[in-house]
């Protein structure tokens, strides 16, 4: 089967997966229900397009295929951002804090932080970007170990609402939440574009890619922040999901086979939209939110990871 | 021309290139010898803005390498390592399209695939442009790597170590390649080179460097002088002449 099909088979797959979720089971208040699935289905969308994006894009730029963004430490810092939000305000306060504002400073903060690593680290010349992503991962654990700290402190009722973040959920989407994340995705792409065509010699590796004339430096560190604020904002809306970057990435270099990024990066947001899409329908169907999203995700995603181990050592 | 002046590369303390200049001429292969760690492959790689320099000029037809756009300068010079691992399904035709990147930017012509076929012609890959690169042997990816290269269509290639891990034949042939893109299409190669020998025979000029210095430099016979090579690698040898090409035998 030539790529171009299996792409036409993935988005057919996606398509219909979104039509069950949307019209199955609706019953009599189908114009109560089709506009909150809707939204869901929107939001699951975007993340898993902006997952799977970021990681692959992320991937291309280190040439390792095992790593995923979250070894810059960004959903850790999430994680902590809501911990102290808790910590400071309380839950009673947090549930009043406008969600907007909270997603806001998730986004800004993620962001501010990967900005000062990377400049830091830009700042030396000749750093590879193996030392970022060792970086990245100290402060990550940094981040994970304060977290833990604060959530011992505080009240177990509290600690409640910050468990409920801990795991992305697609069960409380804010509609005004979503518009900001829209445009906030939606000038990421486009600044991106220009940067679409230097993928596929990236992959090639560093040395190779200045040969043929990329501007390397420049090139790595945009297509670090586009990453960057892909992962925060995915990560702000549901919660820390970037195992599925992985996972998926990995699916689509199995099934297509090729080093065209123009391939990889349509597969792969289509398998990420279908791994969402229909896990989110296990979840509400056939576990009836007896569990979570993510640990679908993380438990099928985690064997896969473990086959790939296994596997790897005789390349594909 | 390429004219280095007065450059340094430092790692900490220890100066690996220093105060070097040297001048390449055009539409020669000049090889650049010297024992290991004498800076040869740093050298290579400042010239081809892969490594930044600490201090001097590099200039390329009178362009200063760091100011000139990597695009522009994408089209004029080439390099290749000596390490080229790949870990990506792509076939030899693919790996050769991609030397046509700096004039298409990855959509290729039919112009641009016109070179790519003439390049896999060049370094006889026509029955395998098809297989993929993690299939090849060491002299088919090394071919595969010189013919993107080709295609790249420079004025000025430079090849680290471009023999390394060959065996006689594969190297006899890839220097005879890189005497026809000198001779048939007026390049300018420039490779480091580790077997004194294949330089004697191929190359027009020599650089000889050592400690991060140019120790010596010159022509084939100015260099394959017994006295010159003893002091760059400090052993004993002899230069014998055999059909005409000034042979150094260093074995015992």
């Given at each position: 089967?030539?790529?171009?099909?299996?792409?036409?088979?993935?988005?057919?797959?996606?398509?219909?997966?979104?039509?069950?979720?949307?019209?199955?089971?609706?019953?009599?208040?189908?114009?109560?229900?089709?506009?909150?699935?809707?939204?869901?289905?929107?939001?699951?969308?975007?993340?898993?397009?902006?997952?799977?994006?970021?990681?692959?894009?992320?991937?291309?730029?280190?040439?390792?295929?095992?790593?995923?963004?979250?070894?810059?430490?960004?959903?850790?810092?999430?994680?902590?951002?809501?911990?102290?939000?808790?910590?400071?305000?309380?839950?009673?306060?947090?549930?009043?804090?406008?969600?907007?504002?909270?997603?806001?400073?998730?986004?800004?903060?993620?962001?501010?932080?990967?900005?000062?690593?990377?400049?830091?680290?830009?700042?030396?010349?000749?750093?590879?970007?193996?030392?970022?992503?060792?970086?990245?991962?100290?402060?990550?654990?940094?981040?994970?170990?304060?977290?833990?700290?604060?959530?011992?402190?505080?009240?177990?009722?509290?600690?409640?609402?910050?468990?409920?973040?801990?795991?992305?959920?697609?069960?409380?989407?804010?509609?005004?939440?979503?518009?900001?994340?829209?445009?906030?995705?939606?000038?990421?792409?486009?600044?991106?574009?220009?940067?679409?065509?230097?993928?596929?010699?990236?992959?090639?590796?560093?040395?190779?890619?200045?040969?043929?004339?990329?501007?390397?430096?420049?090139?790595?560190?945009?297509?670090?922040?586009?990453?960057?604020?892909?992962?925060?904002?995915?990560?702000?809306?549901?919660?820390?999901?970037?195992?599925?970057?992985?996972?998926?990435?990995?699916?689509?270099?199995?099934?297509?086979?090729?080093?065209?990024?123009?391939?990889?990066?349509?597969?792969?947001?289509?398998?990420?939209?279908?791994?969402?899409?229909?896990?989110?329908?296990?979840?509400?169907?056939?576990?009836?939110?007896?569990?979570?999203?993510?640990?679908?995700?993380?438990?099928?995603?985690?064997?896969?990871?473990?086959?790939?181990?296994?596997?790897?050592?005789?390349?594909? | 021309?390429?004219?280095?002046?007065?450059?340094s590369k430092r790692y900490g303390n220890k100066a690996v290139i220093d105060q070097v200049s040297v001048s390449i001429p055009k539409g020669?292969?000049?090889?650049?010898?010297?024992?290991?760690?004498?800076?040869?492959?740093?050298?290579?790689?400042?010239?081809?803005?892969?490594?930044?320099?600490?201090?001097?000029?590099?200039?390329?037809?009178?362009?200063?390498?760091?100011?000139?756009?990597?695009?522009?300068?994408?089209?004029?010079?080439?390099?290749?390592?000596?390490?080229?691992?790949?870990?990506?399904?792509?076939?030899?035709?693919?790996?050769?399209?991609?030397?046509?990147?700096?004039?298409?930017?990855?959509?290729?012509?039919?112009?641009?695939?016109?070179h790519v076929d003439e390049a896999i012609r060049y370094m006889e890959l026509g029955d395998i442009q098809n297989k993929y690169i993690d299939?090849?042997?060491?002299?088919?990816?090394?071919?595969?790597?010189?013919?993107?290269?080709?295609?790249?269509?420079?004025?000025?290639?430079?090849?680290?170590?471009?023999?390394?891990?060959?065996?006689?034949?594969?190297?006899?042939?890839?220097?005879?390649?890189?005497?026809?893109?000198?001779?048939?299409?007026?390049?300018?190669?420039?490779?480091?080179?580790?077997?004194?020998?294949?330089?004697?025979?191929?190359?027009?000029?020599?650089?000889?460097?050592?400690?991060?210095?140019?120790?010596?430099?010159?022509?084939?016979?100015?260099?394959?002088?017994?006295?010159?090579?003893?002091?760059?690698?400090?052993?004993?040898?002899?230069?014998?002449?055999?059909?005409?090409?000034?042979?150094?035998?260093?074995?015992?």
């Amino acid at each position: 089967m030539s790529n171009g099909k299996k792409l036409i088979l993935l988005s057919a797959m996606a398509v219909l997966l979104i039509l069950v979720f949307l019209f199955t089971g609706l019953g009599n208040n189908w114009d109560y229900a089709l506009p909150r699935r809707g939204m869901k289905i929107f939001a699951i969308v975007l993340t898993g397009a902006a997952i799977a994006f970021s990681t692959l894009v992320f991937q291309t730029i280190t040439n390792n295929r095992i790593l995923t963004p979250s070894i810059l430490g960004l959903d850790s810092l999430y994680m902590l951002i809501q911990t102290v939000l808790i910590f400071v305000f309380g839950s009673a306060n947090l549930t009043l804090m406008n969600k907007q504002l909270n997603f806001v400073i998730s986004v800004i903060l993620m962001v501010v932080f990967a900005g000062i690593l990377y400049k830091i680290l830009f700042k030396r010349e000749g750093e590879n970007i193996y030392f970022l992503l060792l970086v990245g991962l100290i402060f990550g654990t940094f981040f994970q170990s304060f977290t833990s700290f604060m959530q011992v402190l505080i009240d177990p009722n509290e600690f409640q609402i910050i468990q409920d973040r801990m795991f992305a959920s697609f069960n409380n989407v804010q509609t005004d939440v979503l518009t900001i994340a829209v445009i906030v995705l939606a000038f990421t792409s486009l600044y991106f574009i220009r940067f679409m065509k230097y993928l596929d010699v990236l992959s090639l590796g560093k040395e190779q890619a200045i040969n043929l004339g990329v501007d390397y430096d420049y090139t790595v560190k945009r297509l670090l922040i586009v990453v960057a604020v892909l992962i925060s904002v995915s990560t702000a809306l549901v919660g820390p999901i970037t195992f599925l970057g992985l996972l998926v990435v990995n699916v689509a270099y199995e099934m297509f086979r090729t080093f065209k990024h123009s391939y990889l990066l349509a597969g792969s947001i289509l398998i990420s939209i279908i791994a969402l899409v229909g896990g989110q329908l296990i979840v509400e169907r056939v576990f009836t939110f007896s569990t979570t999203l993510s640990v679908i995700i993380n438990f099928v995603g985690g064997i896969y990871f473990i086959y790939l181990l296994l596997k790897e050592n005789k390349k594909w | 021309m390429v004219e280095v002046k007065n450059v340094s590369k430092r790692y900490g303390n220890k100066a690996v290139i220093d105060q070097v200049s040297v001048s390449i001429p055009k539409g020669k292969i000049t090889s650049f010898i010297g024992p290991n760690g004498a800076g040869k492959s740093t050298l290579l790689s400042m010239i081809s803005r892969l490594i930044a320099k600490d201090d001097g000029e590099i200039l390329i037809d009178g362009e200063h390498v760091n100011q000139a756009k990597s695009k522009e300068l994408a089209k004029k010079v080439a390099i290749l390592k000596q390490s080229n691992h790949l870990n990506l399904r792509l076939t030899i035709r693919e790996l050769v399209s991609f030397g046509r990147f700096p004039y298409s930017q990855g959509k290729l012509s039919r112009e641009d695939w016109k070179h790519v076929d003439e390049a896999i012609r060049y370094m006889e890959l026509g029955d395998i442009q098809n297989k993929y690169i993690d299939q090849l042997s060491g002299g088919q990816r090394q071919r595969a790597f010189i013919a993107m290269v080709i295609a790249q269509d420079t004025e000025y290639v430079l090849l680290d170590e471009p023999l390394n891990n060959l065996d006689m034949k594969h190297s006899v042939q890839i220097m005879k390649v890189l005497r026809r893109l000198v001779n048939e299409l007026g390049k300018t190669v420039v490779i480091v080179i580790h077997d004194i020998n294949f330089a004697s025979c191929y190359s027009d000029y020599i650089v000889a460097l050592k400690d991060g210095k140019v120790a010596k430099e010159g022509t084939v016979d100015e260099m394959m002088e017994c006295q010159v090579l003893k002091e760059i690698y400090e052993i004993d040898m002899k230069i014998e002449t055999v059909n005409n090409e000034k042979i150094c035998v260093y074995f015992k």
